[in-house]
């Protein structure tokens, strides 16, 4: 009589601590047993010559989320969580965005309709919070938050979602009294404007100027400006996809005088360069995020930062904009000033494989810390571990199974995004997962997404562990 319905037998287990030779005996979609030489399962994984690592928690990233009109995301819930899982990642936590004079609640709900049956993979939502009126802050949010919808996000830029101090002040004191956390997007509004219109004047409207328009200093004084709001407050936040070094000795100093300042970065920053918006004609389109990425001696800050401990999560930030698309990069059908192309890149799918591979590989972090950053630190920051996040008794069997000698080069004709391009074509990586499970299920087989379309089911957050309120 078999003991487990699945046994993964003779891999190399790692989590975010610990690296063991062991069988992972499974039932109901659970961990039940680590150990050597484990009774047999109804199903057998010989996972010899191989890494068993935790899935994925890709802990920022947008799919199907509501756009202004004539803009519309590529990915939906089905060929975004195919696309994540195809990539060795088993939770995804995209964002359920309030728009100016809608209530927070309808936006939750909204959301709820667009993932309802698709995702095939386990998701959390964000909130975006981008009208902070008197009944979000008394009553919407903090129910929302009691709910399980334990963090939201705060932008300081874009005219459509962009928050004063005063209200992020606000927004961040409900964190604090809740325990929730808040995530800030930290580039500052009024100096991008500025130069956008001196930018403009000057018939200087090409793809590349995005990054003129968005230097380090805007992002530094933003970052300063956030992490003295929060000091002010005395509550945790993160700063998301953290692009430069300025940003960064932010934080360092923020971490020396004891604050409870996270930081976020993604794939962008450390393989695109500010080079990849001077693409010619109009395809350094296809690598316009905010922030933009900087120039290439940058990227060893953000790699000094992911193997220091400065950064506690590394995500993709996917925004999945179709390039040659009248709703996406190409607004009603044309190439047009940089100011109107959509922001964003995707990567649910490529986010592991380059960070193993350029981390790992090349030995500027260590397998346990690409453990933390990707799977652990996110689902600890979001109040999902250790159901997520971890290879342990009682976890959720998500599991990605890495042939760490796996040559791919990365062709965007190979990826299951529903976008049609990817700004790391023709990329060579080393380790690829070769066996994806979700709750014991496997939903990638190395070849083809697997697993029922509609699956996946919502999770709903605690509260996350660095934002819990401290005691007076």
């Not at 996972?47 to 899935?55: C, D, E, Q, R, T």
């Not at 705060?154 to 961040?172: F, G, H, P, S, V």
Request: charged residues 25%; negative net charge; glycine residues 10%.
């Amino acid at each position: 009589m078999e003991d487990f319905d699945l046994v993964i037998r003779n891999g190399t287990v790692a989590t975010a601590s610990d690296i063991m030779q062991c069988d992972v005996g499974i039932v109901d979609g659970k961990v039940v047993a680590l150990g050597r030489n484990l009774a047999r399962g109804w199903q057998e994984i010989d996972a010899s010559g191989k890494l068993v690592l935790p899935g994925g928690v890709d802990s920022h990233c947008h799919l199907d989320q509501p756009m202004e009109e004539g803009l519309e995301m590529a990915d939906d819930f089905r060929s975004g969580t195919i696309s994540a899982a195809c990539g060795g990642t088993t939770t995804v936590i995209p964002f359920a965005a309030q728009a100016k004079g809608q209530s927070l609640r309808a936006a939750v709900e909204d959301y709820h309709r667009r993932a309802e049956g698709k995702a095939v993979i386990d998701y959390a939502f964000h909130m975006i919070v981008s009208d902070p009126t008197e009944k979000v802050l008394k009553e919407e949010l903090p129910q929302l938050i009691r709910e399980g919808y334990t963090s939201f996000k705060i932008y300081m830029t874009y005219d459509d979602m962009k928050l004063n101090d005063r209200q992020i002040l606000d927004l961040l004191a409900v964190a604090r009294r809740e325990g929730a956390m808040a995530m800030i997007h930290a580039e500052n509004s009024d100096c991008i404007a500025w130069l956008t219109e001196q930018l403009e004047e000057a018939g200087l409207t090409a793809p590349k100027y995005h990054a003129t328009s968005r230097p380090m200093l805007v992002e530094r004084e933003a970052t300063h400006r956030a992490i003295a709001i929060s000091e002010l407050v005395d509550v945790p936040i993160l700063i998301v996809h953290v692009s430069g070094k300025e940003a960064i000795e932010q934080i360092r100093w923020a971490h020396g005088h004891g604050l409870r300042i996270y930081a976020e970065t993604c794939p962008q920053y450390v393989m695109l360069s500010e080079d990849d918006l001077d693409q010619e004609g109009y395809h350094g389109a296809k690598c316009i995020c905010s922030p933009p990425p900087r120039d290439k001696d940058n990227q060893q800050y953000i790699w000094d930062g992911l193997a220091s401990g400065l950064f506690t999560v590394f995500s993709s930030d996917h925004a999945p904009f179709r390039y040659a698309d009248p709703k996406g990069k190409m607004p009603g059908g044309k190439e047009v000033p940089f100011r109107y192309i959509p922001n964003g890149t995707p990567g649910l799918e490529t986010r592991l494989p380059l960070l193993f591979s350029e981390g790992v590989g090349k030995g500027r972090i260590d397998l346990n810390r690409f453990v933390a950053l990707t799977a652990t630190d996110p689902a600890k920051m979001y109040g999902l571990y250790p159901q997520k996040g971890t290879i342990a008794i009682g976890a959720d069997a998500d599991i990605a199974i890495w042939d760490p000698h796996k040559e791919v080069v990365i062709a965007n004709d190979k990826l299951h995004h529903n976008v049609d391009y990817t700004p790391y074509e023709g990329v060579a990586v080393t380790g690829w997962p070769v066996t994806t499970l979700s709750r014991g299920e496997v939903v990638y087989d190395g070849e083809n997404p697997q697993g029922e379309i509609g699956r996946g089911v919502f999770l709903k957050c605690g509260l996350p562990d660095p934002a819990r309120p401290r005691r007076r």
